[in-house]
């Protein structure tokens, strides 16, 4: 592909993100399949376009004065070193495959992106994210804000878990040596290993016997501050694709029962899938809306051991890997989801024992999808205490627990994970 079609192609992309729903990862897979000519080369160019203007859109379109495909690639192309405008402006010539001549418009554009930046720009223009997240963010982060939203702009490391199950942290390493795959331990997770850099393991043997997952090490670390023990009764309610079930079941050692469920029971087909692989035996899954999974939801009425809780979020702890989904985001939404997790929070309190404990998670840094939450169903249930995050932290880590108060929040900026939120609330 010359350097026009390129430019064309990645507008294209950018349109069909715009106009749905669906993960632009899948997205942009679909579009090279169906364009087998496309080289490697002209594949991750393109990649590496879309998802650079998705991670700085807000900037590119307030720099442009347009938020539409054209008006983000030229700013994308000018943001560049050694940037000249005639030369990008020569690349929408109408020939076959580029895109079509800068309109007056445009041009106008690429002038004002030539100049200088100015200096009195907003907050939420260099930090890339709506502009109605602007107070809730700030409560969130305070003076931090703006470290914490660069670290949003990167790329998300590829993480590792290694399933006791099938394998030891020093055999998946010594195999990882000897092929040449440099990897460096988790500093939080025991279960962690990270990749050196990029790269696929779908068709390595360890992947496909079930020695390790792919597996963010903040989500490896809700998962063991479950604390679940091996002979429990453990609930996994909002289940999706099983990542945390499957932890789940390596860390009772196959011994006790996980019950996996979710509302949509497309979302848990991967797990069905993933559970010979990984080697777990105590797992049942169920669709939440199955009769058999509301039988076994009402024999566990005060008698499970942990429930864990990886609610419906915003994600926008997870802005790093879904740049696109930051931009989709409404304030609507986002109310509705701190609905829905007081909903589910209130379903999952008869379920538990005395002495029992929900494990409320999000991968979302925003305060009311958290601790707004904690506080008020503790206010309606007051037979729930706060556990101390520290106190569960230090009955199965050895590492010392990144968390002062009572919950743990990891980001990208202080711990090299998604931003996750993570609180024990335990029966009396």
């Not at 592909?1 to 990862?25: H, K, N």
């Not at 030229?74 to 079509?100: Q, R, T, V, Y």
């Not at 949003?152 to 490391?157: D, I, N, Q, S, V």
């Not at 840094?365 to 939450?373: A, M, P």
């Amino acid at each position: 592909m010359i350097p026009g079609a390129r430019v064309q192609a990645t507008i294209e992309l950018l349109d069909e993100i715009a106009g749905t729903r669906t993960p632009a990862d899948h997205l942009v897979g679909n579009y090279f399949r169906s364009r087998r000519y496309a080289g490697s080369k002209d594949r991750r160019s393109v990649s590496e376009m879309v998802y650079g203007i998705l991670r700085r859109r807000g900037e590119y379109a307030w720099r442009s004065g347009g938020d539409d495909s054209r008006h983000l690639i030229l700013a994308h192309l000018m943001a560049e070193d050694d940037a000249e405008a005639e030369a990008i402006a020569n690349l929408f010539n109408g020939e076959k495959f580029c895109p079509s001549p800068l309109d007056d418009d445009e041009q106008a554009a690429l002038t004002k992106l030539a100049q200088p930046e100015p200096d009195d720009i907003p907050p939420w223009v260099t930090g890339n994210y709506p502009e109605w997240l602007q107070a809730s963010l700030e409560r969130r982060f305070g003076p931090d804000l703006g470290v914490e939203m660069a670290a949003m702009l990167g790329r998300a490391e590829v993480d590792l878990r290694v399933n006791d199950l099938q394998s030891t942290m020093a055999k998946v390493m010594r195999v990882l040596e000897r092929d040449e795959i440099p990897v460096t331990p988790g500093v939080l997770a025991p279960t962690a290993l990270r990749l050196d850099s990029r790269r696929s393991l779908s068709n390595h043997p360890l992947y496909q016997h079930g020695a390790v997952e792919i597996q963010d090490e903040g989500s490896q670390l809700v998962s063991l501050l479950c604390a679940a023990q091996a002979g429990q009764m453990v609930i996994d309610y909002c289940a999706g694709a099983g990542g945390k079930s499957l932890a789940l079941a390596a860390k009772m050692a196959n011994k006790g029962q996980v019950f996996a469920f979710d509302k949509n029971p497309r979302r848990l087909r991967p797990l069905r899938e993933r559970l010979q692989r990984a080697g777990a035996r105590n797992i049942q899954v169920h669709a939440l809306a199955d009769p058999a999974a509301k039988t076994v939801l009402k024999e566990q009425l005060g008698k499970t051991d942990r429930v864990l809780l990886d609610v419906p979020c915003s994600g926008s702890g997870a802005w790093r890997r879904n740049p696109e989904s930051k931009w989709r985001l409404s304030q609507e939404e986002v109310a509705g989801y701190c609905i829905t997790q007081g909903e589910i929070l209130r379903q999952a309190a008869p379920l538990i024992k005395p002495g029992g404990r929900i494990i409320y998670a999000t991968c979302s840094v925003l305060v009311e999808e958290n601790e707004d939450q904690i506080e008020s169903f503790l206010g309606d249930h007051p037979e729930f205490d706060v556990v101390p995050i520290a106190e569960v932290w230090d009955s199965v880590m050895e590492t010392p627990c990144p968390a002062t108060d009572n919950y743990l929040r990891l980001t990208p900026a202080q711990h090299s994970t998604d931003g996750f939120f993570v609180a024990v609330l335990q029966r009396r």
